[in-house]
């Protein structure tokens, strides 16, 4: 204890009167330029804008909100949505008449664009392609297939049978 009663708790205790507690200074109270404390105060109370116009600008303003709340709060137009296969492919009154249809209906309601195996051009230039092999599963053309019934040198030397 010193000479003016100050009691420190812990080793990093400091006399009060020698830390300013104060994270920003008081404003109400002007402060000399050479204080290092010196603050602005927030707001001049001194008014550069007449009533007339403070009420006019907050008119306006209160006017412009409701109008932009009235815009955000109407509902949304829903458009009917067009596209090139509504307009050309889509016929309301087209009914399919295929085997695979009438065999699995529930299949067709499912998947309703791949009702029949894809066709391509080797699918169906089959016979006149030398050295191919048909594949052996027609939903699937494309999958890679290297089963081969001969090897491809084989067949590329055999002379062509038109």
Do not use: C
């Not at 002007?30 to 204080?35: E, K, L, R």
């Not at 409701?66 to 889509?90: C, I, R, W």
């Amino acid at each position: 204890m010193g000479d003016d009663g100050f009691i420190a708790q812990h080793r990093s205790d400091s006399r009060q009167w020698l830390t300013k507690m104060q994270s920003h200074p008081d404003t109400s109270v002007w402060s000399s330029v050479s204080d290092s404390t010196f603050a602005p105060p927030d707001k001049f109370k001194v008014k550069t804008v007449g009533r007339r116009q403070e009420l006019i600008e907050r008119f306006f303003w209160q006017q412009l909100t409701e109008e932009a709340l009235q815009k955000l709060h109407q509902p949304l137009k829903v458009e009917k949505y067009s596209s090139e296969y509504d307009g050309s492919f889509n016929d309301e009154e087209f009914t399919p008449s295929s085997a695979q249809l009438n065999k699995n209906t529930n299949l067709y309601k499912k998947y309703p664009l791949y009702k029949d195996p894809p066709l391509s051009y080797w699918l169906q230039n089959k016979q006149n392609i030398q050295g191919i092999t048909t594949p052996p599963d027609y939903l699937q053309p494309f999958k890679k297939n290297t089963a081969f019934s001969k090897p491809l040198e084989e067949i590329l030397d055999e002379p062509h049978s038109f």
